[in-house]
Antibody, heavy 118, light 107 residues
């Protein structure tokens, strides 16, 4: 069955970087793209960016351009989201989700809590 | 970028009521509109895509309509298990913007 399994909770100090992983299984990795979204405590969903599982093409929400990097590893069917220069308002649950071409986000990872605190 | 505006931001209704949530896009997005349900502490779940197509396994009391800029999610005969926050999202092209969410509670 389709699974997206994310890495565990991270606690980081302001100014640090975090790298969250999302390991895919149960489908052909290179036929899908992967979006990342986040949700701050008590807030709504915020789309961050997308990466192609096929060729690694990316695009980012303007807000995260230059501070977030999405990469993928086809040898392990894993996508990664790195966010740099962390601030307290980056504290959120980060989700990966798969996307097939012009279809919606149909399967999601379980979420990774990132806490930014000194 | 296209903005997605949901209304209301919250609502309270009785079990058995019909509930309607609207989502408006600042520019036309054809029917590339999805609705998600997120229960407290849980992962968002795809309910409807292509504005009106029910995802497999979703109860038929949920329905969607609309095209272009104006979309609607309807819950017929509201059930206690429908307590959640509902989000719309455009998925035609990047950015895949979400609406602000509508929190549904039972009166």
């Amino acid at each position: 069955q389709v699974q997206l399994v994310q890495s565990g909770t991270e606690v980081k100090e302001p100014g640090a970087s975090v790298k969250v992983s999302c390991k895919a299984s149960g489908f052909i990795f290179t036929t899908y793209g992967f979006s990342w979204a986040r949700q701050a405590p008590g807030q709504g969903l915020e789309w961050m960016g997308w990466i192609s599982g096929n060729n690694g093409d990316t695009n980012y929400a303007q807000k995260f351009q230059g501070r977030a990097t999405l990469i993928r590893d086809t040898s392990t069917n894993t996508v990664y989201m790195e966010l740099r220069s962390l601030r307290s308002d980056d504290t959120a649950v980060y989700y990966c989700a798969r996307k097939y071409m012009r279809s919606p986000l149909d399967d999601w990872g379980q979420g990774t809590l990132v806490i930014v605190s000194s | 970028d296209v903005q997605m505006t949901q209304s209301p931001s919250s609502l309270s209704a009785s079990v058995g009521d019909r509930v309607t949530i609207t989502c408006r896009a600042s520019q036309g997005i054809s029917n590339y509109l999805a609705w998600f349900q997120q229960k407290p502490g849980k992962v968002p779940k795809l309910l409807i895509y292509a504005a009106s197509t029910l995802q497999s396994g979703v109860p038929s009391r949920f329905s969607g309509s609309g095209s272009g800029t104006d979309f609607t999610l309807t819950i017929n005969i509201l059930q206690p298990e429908d307590v959640a926050t509902y989000y719309c999202q455009k998925y035609d092209n990047s950015p895949l913007t979400f609406g602000g969410g509508t929190k549904v509670e039972i009166k």
